[in-house]
């Protein structure tokens, strides 16, 4: 069975690219992220390239001596370029309608579709343990093409990190909540 495990970054001071990760988010990353994939005979690990998604996983990444590699598809979903100050209300707005854009912004669907596109190519790989570290908001959107309850007030009550994992079996895929 092929396992593709969805990791949210842990604890950041920021919401930047390079925003790092705070004391308590390194220190998770070091302990509670190894911790949960040692043993689990990971192939591969693809991350965002923002800083806080690369540092979450690369104390597993050296003690594993397994390669990060970067893809642009797993960045954080941009709501918007302009400074929106009901962006919370406006990005519930977006869990409800799915082509809903603001400017400079992505919709949900072309969030989504980038994402399941990077899922459908690993479902292909040899690879049968791989690891992809995101952020929350494109996290929580694939997760709902796989679990249809889950929605903007399962994304408010994500916590950093997160972890999810898809079993891909012949029948389908599974999605569990494992951290």
């Known amino acids: 069975m092929k396992k593709i495990y969805l990791v949210r970054h842990c604890k950041a001071v920021g919401q930047q690219p390079e925003s790092p990760l705070t ?19 990971i192939e591969k690990i693809i991350s965002s390239p923002y800083l806080r998604a690369i540092d979450t996983i690369k104390p597993y990444s050296i003690i594993s001596n397994t390669e990060i590699k970067i893809d642009e ?17 406006k990005l519930e707005e977006t869990y409800e309608d799915l082509e809903l854009k603001f400017e400079g912004g992505e919709s949900s669907s072309e969030a989504i579709k980038r994402g399941i596109q990077l899922i459908n190519e690993i479902v292909e790989m040899r690879e049968n343990n791989v690891i992809l570290v995101t952020h929350g ?43």
């Not at 004391?23 to 949960?36: M, R, T």
């Not at 960045?75 to 302009?82: A, H, P």
Request: net charge negative; glycine share 6%; proline share 1%.
């Open 137 to 179: 908001a494109l996290l929580s959107l694939i997760i709902m093409q796989y679990n249809q309850t889950f929605g903007f007030k399962d994304w408010q009550a994500m916590k950093n990190p997160e972890i999810y994992c898809l079993e891909v079996e012949q029948n389908g895929i599974r999605l569990n909540h494992l951290l």
């Open 73 to 89: 598809r797993l960045m954080e979903r941009v709501l918007s370029t302009s400074n929106l100050e009901d962006w919370l209300i």
């Open 23 to 41: 004391e308590e988010g390194s220190k998770d990353a070091s302990s509670l992220i190894v911790d949960f994939f040692m043993g689990k005979r």
